[in-house]
């Protein structure tokens, strides 16, 4: 898929996104918007995975460390196909499979269950570990906060997969600078991100997350690397494609009202006839 098709995508992405918190008046829109590109680029280009076959055991891993945006999620698996594009107006609601946060019993596409933060890095770490005890060649890849790389285990499981040289998994921070509380920096800073992961055995590469031309070179980069795992600091706008969310972070975790969800939607579909 070339760069304008993702980009068209991007768009019906951020769309789904913004109509299931709506639909739910519940829901965490910044961070879905903000990782939005990342999640069109895996799913639509970068990764092995046939929405045919959700289970395929050679499939590549995806692993949503930061659950809570679980709207970004759905919202590619809807529209490459692994469930109906109009379930995703059943988000949250009561009896609907589309819980708050991922859930691998009930939704197809979603290989982990995530939310409590800090732990999803860890399951992806297993799962790397694990295809290379099999022989396997799928790849892992695991989406983390900014604000939630501020947990310890997140660490822990970054010393294991450098320790064991796992160059099947890749980790992707989400950096829109951005949590529940304010910036990052401020609440408990993480920063130098990229120098902390390469201190534990990771080839590290910093691009802007909302650029398809830089996430396609950082995940074949990644791809062609040997001997240790890739970690990939994206650098994004939290809320990315609705002005009125964009970097604020009283947007973190808050549901537009009917009247914002009709801004939010008709900034969207006038980004997307200016792709065609």
Request: with cysteine; charged share 25%.
């Amino acid at each position: 898929m070339n760069k304008l098709e993702l980009q068209k995508k991007a768009v019906e992405v951020r769309k789904g996104i913004v109509s299931a918190v709506h639909s739910a008046k519940a829901g965490h829109p910044g961070g879905s918007l903000s990782a939005a590109d990342i999640f069109t680029y895996l799913y639509f280009e970068g990764m092995n995975i046939d929405p045919s076959n959700p289970k395929d055991e050679n499939r590549d891993r995806f692993v949503l460390s930061k659950g809570h945006t679980a709207p970004g999620l759905y919202s590619v698996l809807a529209h490459r196909g692994y469930f109906p594009v109009e379930d995703l107006l059943t988000l949250r609601h009561t009896g609907s499979y589309l819980q708050g946060h991922p859930d691998m019993k009930h939704i197809p596409g979603v290989d982990m269950s995530s939310g409590s933060l800090g732990q999803g890095l860890s399951a992806a770490v297993g799962m790397a570990l694990s295809a290379k005890m099999t022989g396997k060649d799928y790849r892992t890849y695991c989406l983390c906060g900014d604000g939630e790389i501020q947990e310890g285990q997140i660490w822990e499981a970054a010393m294991f997969a450098g320790h064991r040289k796992l160059d099947n998994l890749v980790v992707i921070v989400d950096n829109n600078n951005l949590q529940i509380d304010g910036a990052i920096g401020d609440v408990c800073s993480p920063y130098p991100i990229d120098e902390k992961f390469a201190a534990f055995g990771f080839h590290v590469i910093n691009v802007n997350g909302n650029d398809f031309d830089e996430l396609d070179k950082a995940f074949t980069e990644a791809k062609n690397t040997k001997g240790m795992p890739t970690a990939i600091v994206a650098k994004t706008l939290k809320g990315k494609g609705v002005s009125f969310m964009e970097n604020q972070a009283g947007w973190h975790g808050k549901a537009p009202n009917d009247e914002e969800f009709k801004l939010a939607m008709e900034e969207l579909g006038k980004a997307g006839d200016a792709l065609c």
